[in-house]
């Protein structure tokens, strides 16, 4: 067992965070995903919330801090409504003033096409779908 690291990150998927390189993206996805029409490389985090994984993955991933999309979501569909709070859940865990960019439904979807993997959760909650991209730890930390 390594210390510090979440037990609910998986081997894969810490595999597939240390391959990640700067601009790098990442998608943590509903259960209702398309992963596997999407991307070839699809990680099962069956059992757990989007928020959690979130929670786990942030003190071990660097947001790119040269973009203003370094963290994306799911714009609602038209007049759909929008559960505000997903958004609150996932505040409370990326670092404090993170930004996060709301892009339309196939917009996400092509950027998940490129994206290293889709980490499919459990999560069932309408548009809870979060994209990461990955930056360059400053000097000297």
Do not use: W
């Amino acid at each position: 067992m390594l210390k510090k690291i979440n037990p609910i990150i998986s081997p894969d998927l810490l595999y597939q965070l240390y391959c990640m390189g700067h601009g790098d993206e990442i998608i943590l996805s509903d259960s209702h995903f398309p992963a596997h029409t999407i991307n070839t490389i699809v990680i099962r985090a069956d059992g757990n919330k989007i928020e959690d994984l979130l929670e786990a993955i942030i003190p071990l991933f660097e947001m790119d801090s040269y973009v203003d999309d370094s963290v994306v979501m799911m714009a609602p569909y038209k007049n759909d409504p929008f559960p505000q709070d997903v958004v609150d859940d996932y505040r409370r865990v990326l670092p404090i003033g993170q930004e996060i960019t709301f892009i339309e439904r196939f917009d996400f979807y092509e950027r998940a096409k490129k994206a290293s993997a889709i980490v499919v959760t459990s999560s069932v909650r309408k548009y809870g779908n979060i994209l990461l991209k990955k930056g360059v730890t400053p000097l000297g930390n």
